[in-house]
């Protein structure tokens, strides 16, 4: 009995240790295709690509947290959720465009943590899109950084996909602007018409 249970113990042993050489035999293979497929790409750029990927990602979660805030019962802003919840989805696009472009330069997917969005100080539709706005510079510097080792490593293709994404965020910072233009217009007429009502009041009380 001993024997029996000693001689599957060793047989599941060599079986394991098969498949493990298998599976490694399988990994080296596939790291030597994609050495084989890689033109012209280099690791800072394989790396620039992994660090967008994080940062828009990182995007995504806080203009969701966005959607969250203007959805809530005592702020109840439902067309800026809308428009917060346009460009989550918008930036995951930009997401999934950057690891498809990581995929056919034959490069590695590396996925990073993401940390929480900062949410401190949200006290009125003002504060949110100034933080929204930063957000969207942050994104165009680190775009550009990834732009910069294209060009240091010569690398056309990448300058042309990367310049794509810059223009998209570019519409996004600007878009962004115009609504704190607007908000500011709308908070200057809403303190110029307290302060007509306030002086109109106090005419009323010297007249009676």
């Avoid at 439902?78 to 989550?88: P, T, V």
Wanted: with cysteine; hydrophobic share 40%.
């Amino acid at each position: 009995m001993i024997k029996m249970i000693l001689t599957l113990v060793a047989t599941v042993i060599m079986t394991l240790l098969m498949t493990h050489h298998c599976y490694a035999d399988d990994a080296t293979k596939s790291k030597s295709l994609l050495s084989a497929m890689r033109s012209n790409y280099h690791v800072q750029c394989e790396a620039s690509l992994n660090s967008l990927i994080k940062d828009f990602m990182s995007a995504a979660y806080s203009h969701l947290l966005m959607v969250s805030y203007f959805d809530r019962p005592d702020v109840a802003l439902s067309g800026f959720s809308h428009h917060c919840h346009s460009l989550a989805g918008k930036k995951m696009d930009m997401v999934y465009q950057i690891i498809k472009y990581q995929n056919l330069r034959a490069g590695t997917v590396r996925f990073k943590p993401i940390p929480k969005p900062f949410s401190d100080g949200w006290t009125s539709a003002l504060t949110v899109f100034k933080v929204m706005l930063q957000f969207e510079k942050n994104l165009i510097t680190t775009l550009t950084v990834a732009y910069k080792r294209a060009v240091s490593h010569k690398d056309p293709d990448m300058k042309r996909f990367l310049s794509g994404l810059i223009h998209m965020e570019t519409v996004d910072v600007a878009t962004t602007a115009k609504y704190i233009t607007h908000l500011q217009h709308l908070g200057a007429i809403h303190s110029l018409n307290t302060e007509l009502l306030s002086k109109h009041h106090s005419k009323s009380i010297d007249v009676k």
